[in-house]
């Protein structure tokens, strides 16, 4: 429920009541909407700072967030959901080349045709390193990929969800965006 709240505060720009949320739960590890992987504490503080730009205190917690995930890459090294979040916290970092290396070996780890679940989401890692890297246009392809298939890719999401926000204001965005409208 804390990833829920903490969402929903993002999405509101209301970062008091997003860093409120972690803040009271004792948990350090959070999952998300699938149940399947677990997000740590410093991944939520990145992008609650992230999101309010509080660049400094972000970069801080994607470090702590970089060690988690390298931790837990020492005993499954090729663990696809890993590497593509571990590529996201690259980009936020701003090791730009380093995080697409990192988001494209996640895909050809686990391709969608390989699976169609896990394979989406690590697509959509990719498409968020693009995100935060500069790379729209390449962002943008793969979203209109991504939206043709099932997976979180809503309407809702991505009018809301802050982690979008560099592509806020293109109209490639705003039109993909506007074709999930119920």
């Not at 997000?39 to 702590?64: C, H, L």
């Not at 020492?74 to 988001?103: H, S």
């Not at 500069?134 to 809503?154: F, H, N, T, V």
Request: some cysteine; hydrophobic content about 45%; aromatic content about 10%.
């Amino acid at each position: 429920m804390t990833a829920f709240r903490i969402l929903l505060a993002l999405s509101k720009q209301d970062y008091t009541a997003a860093a409120q949320a972690l803040a009271a739960s004792p948990r350090e590890n959070f999952q998300e909407a699938d149940y399947s992987f677990l997000y740590p504490r410093a991944w939520y503080q990145a992008v609650v700072a992230r999101a309010s730009g509080d660049e400094a205190a972000a970069k801080e917690a994607f470090a702590a967030a970089r060690k988690v995930f390298e931790n837990r890459l020492t005993t499954k090294p090729e663990d696809a959901r890993t590497l593509a979040v571990l590529a996201q916290v690259e980009a936020g970092l701003g090791n730009k080349a380093l995080a697409l290396q990192e988001a494209e070996h996640a895909v050809k780890l686990m391709p969608l045709s390989r699976d169609v679940y896990d394979g989406t989401l690590v697509l959509q890692g990719l498409a968020q390193v693009c995100t935060w890297t500069g790379e729209k246009d390449r962002a943008l392809a793969i979203l209109e990929q991504l939206i043709r298939r099932p997976g979180y890719l809503s309407y809702g999401y991505l009018r809301v969800d802050r982690l979008w926000d560099p592509l806020r204001g293109d109209p490639r965005f705003e039109k993909l965006v506007a074709s999930l409208a119920p």
